[in-house]
């Protein structure tokens, strides 16, 4: 009790707070802003926290995480183009509810549910440290090899219409992940002798082209015929959640707290799988999952949630053994160690009032990030009012400019234009997106893991159904195949008259 206390005179003090406060402004900026990633803004702000002193940098790094991972919503929302890997999962029904004008209450919504899985997640760190850091240690290649195929087997809920157009775009998304130089072996694999390809066509500027691209030539194609866009002015208006909404998706944000929590406990899971898995076992709880696609709400909640309860399950490993999950994490631990603060078992035992004001400062940047954006809603809605033309032409100045962030390379500049083109063609052939992307994100992992399960086993492949968590994972996933397959025969089943 008394290093709780300790911990609050520590963090309430106005030079901590200005300084938590900054650091969410910081992290929300760059996580708005599609290409400019979280990550990036960890690695350009710990320069500045060698002149602070720990409890300053803490709060600072903290803040510029937190922010960042709530960031990019508000692009995924508005303008259809996730500012982060995370939010890729929101803009399917995110987007859609901005089209039919309700733009605010979605991004309020969003905003909210985001912060309950963080602090959710907060809530199980300060409980559940040690417990979930070892059963995350089980985890090894196969289990989070498991993991990921079962996160791939969302791409059957993402494919929209056709089944087998969802798994043409999986395909896809595989084939362009595997460009580049091999991880492991260093081969190069279809660069056709371009050096510029050994690097790979790097994951953010993919996910850019796809979302941003073929919105920006659809939108100019429209205006140029003179069609009316989707997005009516005068349909725009500020509405705000009110607690009887909320309390209608409650269970959908319990289950997808837990499972953002559980997600990013495993060292090497992050934001997007917890995000694409809440969507995918939402849309198969839900009531009426033909609407899911096409504008619900619960196809924002389940993976803002899920993403932002990540970010607390993804602190666990890093605070109780002083295992970073992603590079995110990383970037934390190499802060905590400049500053003396080296995370593990130690730490907790001898140092409790440093765990305190991590975890303070952890619930205060979400707070912070909560007040910041519903303040914002009104200003966010007013840029739907430009006229789409315009608004076309500056996300694709935001889009260049985040593409050539990534890298800093024109080469990224010109994949994004090209990818993005392909992306449209792929879209007037009715072959969805989202699973293209859930591909990208997901494939690395999966090969990586999966290698290093066989480098381990001799290429043995029974390791991958010689643990609990890979058998149950497996199964799980095998369900969920077999479901939309029967599903879909069904479907096509003439119906008796």
């Not at 309020?108 to 417990?131: H, P």
């Not at 775009?169 to 050994?198: A, E, H, K, Y």
Request: hydrophobic share 55%.
């Amino acid at each position: 009790m008394d290093a709780m206390l300790s911990a609050l005179s520590i963090v309430g003090t106005p030079d901590v707070l200005l300084t938590a406060f900054l650091g969410s402004l910081f992290g929300l900026a760059f996580g708005s802003i599609p290409g400019l990633t979280f990550t990036m803004a960890l690695v350009l702000i710990l320069p500045v926290t060698f002149s602070l002193d720990p409890t300053n940098s803490i709060a600072l790094l903290l803040g510029t995480y937190i922010g960042g991972a709530s960031g990019g919503t508000v692009a995924a929302i508005l303008i259809g183009v996730p500012g982060t890997p995370s939010s890729a999962a929101t803009v399917v029904d995110g987007y859609k509810l901005t089209q039919a004008g309700r733009a605010s209450i979605t991004i309020a919504t969003s905003v909210i549910v985001s912060t309950f899985g963080g602090l959710f997640s907060l809530v199980i760190m300060l409980f559940a440290v040690s417990l979930l850091a070892k059963a995350a240690l089980a985890f090894g290649p196969a289990e989070i090899f498991a993991l990921v195929v079962f996160g791939l087997s969302t791409i059957c809920g993402l494919a929209e219409r056709s089944l087998v157009r969802g798994l043409i775009g999986g395909v896809i998304g595989l084939m362009v992940m595997s460009i580049g130089q091999d991880p492991i072996d260093g081969v190069p694999r279809l660069t056709f002798g371009s050096v510029q390809l050994l690097q790979g066509v790097e994951l953010l500027v993919a996910m850019i082209a796809l979302f941003a691209i073929p919105q920006v030539v659809e939108t100019l194609t429209e205006h140029r015929s003179g069609i009316k866009p989707k997005i009516n002015a005068t349909d725009i208006r500020v509405e705000l959640p009110s607690l009887k909404f909320l309390f209608g998706y409650r269970w959908n944000v319990i289950r997808s707290s837990i499972l953002g929590t559980l997600v990013g406990a495993v060292p090497g899971a992050h934001g997007p799988i917890a995000a694409f898995l809440a969507y995918s076992q939402e849309k198969r709880l839900a009531k009426n999952p033909e609407n899911w696609g096409k504008g619900e709400m619960g196809g924002v909640i389940a993976p803002e949630t899920a993403n932002n309860a990540v970010t607390g399950g993804a602190m666990i490993p890093l605070l109780a053994l002083g295992i970073p999950g992603d590079a995110a994490m990383a970037i934390l631990l190499g802060g905590f160690l400049i500053h003396g603060i080296q995370p593990g078992p130690l730490l907790i035992a001898e140092n409790p009032e440093i765990i305190y004001t991590i975890y303070l400062l952890f619930g205060l940047a979400y707070l912070m990030v909560l007040c910041v954006q519903l303040l914002g809603v009104r200003l966010f809605v007013q840029a739907l009012k430009i006229p789409s033309q315009y608004l076309a032409i500056i996300i694709m100045v935001m889009c260049v400019t985040g593409a050539f962030a990534v890298r800093n390379t024109l080469f990224d500049v010109g994949a994004m234009i090209l990818i993005g083109f392909f992306g449209y063609v792929l879209k007037k052939c009715r072959i969805p997106l989202t699973p293209i992307v859930l591909a990208l994100v997901l494939g690395p992992t999966m090969e990586r893991e999966f290698r290093t399960a066989m480098i381990m086993s001799g290429d043995d492949l029974s390791i991958l159904v010689q643990s609990a968590p890979s058998l149950i994972f497996l199964t799980l996933t095998l369900l969920v195949i077999g479901t939309q397959v029967v599903g879909v025969v069904r479907n096509r089943r003439p119906k008796a008259v």
